[in-house]
T-cell receptor, first 114, second 116 residues
């Protein structure tokens, strides 16, 4: 079956620090990969995605590269801000019997201090 | 930008009671989902719905759960007889314009269900 493994949180950083949140996956077939962000009291929102090997998804200064050889999709940002404090979810989507079942990781909480 | 809306935002119910959680997905989407998130834990898939029927369900989605799309706009999750362990945040999501394999999910803000 499909699964997503994320690094445990919380990740606590000072403003302008470099961020990496690790994500690895196992999947049947060729998945699309996503990062979602959940701000307090809100639902999940798509942050970025990549649909094939070596693709780089990017948005709001965040980047992640689809690495098929290491089955990874690590999230990075060069300089975090306090407003980036949120929970980040890595996810994959594959086709299973004609339907699409996105699978989420446990989420990694990011806390950015001024 | 169109969005998924969920009501109510918070529902408190007594153990054994029935609850219905309501969602209005984005109007031209084809795939609908319910997920739940127990406080501090991962987002768990419950069920997906396409073409007016369940397409996949998880082992969590037992006989106590059901989904409906009664009128072409609403998408509801019913829990027939709630248990304490059903307390969680329930998220509705929709996707699907063309190639849904690559389409991201659009989530509502969730309904917090508290079973006492």
């Amino acid at each position: 079956g499909n699964s997503v493994t994320q690094m445990e949180g919380p990740v606590t950083l000072s403003e302008e620090a470099f961020l990496t949140i690790n994500c690895t996956y196992t999947a049947t077939g060729y998945p699309s990969l996503f990062w979602y962000v959940q701000y307090p009291g809100e639902g999940l929102q798509l942050l970025l995605k990549a649909t094939k090997a070596d693709d780089k998804g990017s948005n709001k200064g965040f980047e992640a590269t689809y690495r098929k050889e290491t089955t990874s999709f690590h999230l990075e940002k060069g300089s975090v801000q306090v407003s980036d404090s949120a929970v980040y979810f890595c996810a994959l989507s594959t086709r299973s019997g004609g339907s699409y079942i996105p699978t989420f990781g446990r989420g990694t909480s990011l806390i950015v201090h001024p | 930008e169109p969005e998924v809306t969920q009501t109510p935002s918070h529902q408190v119910t007594q153990m054994g009671q029935e609850v219905i959680l309501r969602c209005v997905p984005i109007s031209n989407h084809l795939y609908f989902y319910w997920y739940r998130q127990i406080l501090g834990q991962k987002v768990e898939f419950l069920v997906s719905f396409y073409n007016n029927e369940i397409s996949e369900k998880s082992e969590i989605f037992d006989d106590q759960f059901s989904v409906e799309r009664p009128d072409g706009s609403n998408f509801t999750l019913k829990i027939r007889s709630t248990k304490l362990e059903d307390s969680a945040m329930y998220f509705c999501a929709s996707s699907g314009q063309g190639d849904s394999y690559n389409s991201p999910l659009h989530f509502g803000n969730g309904t917090r269900l508290t079973v006492t």
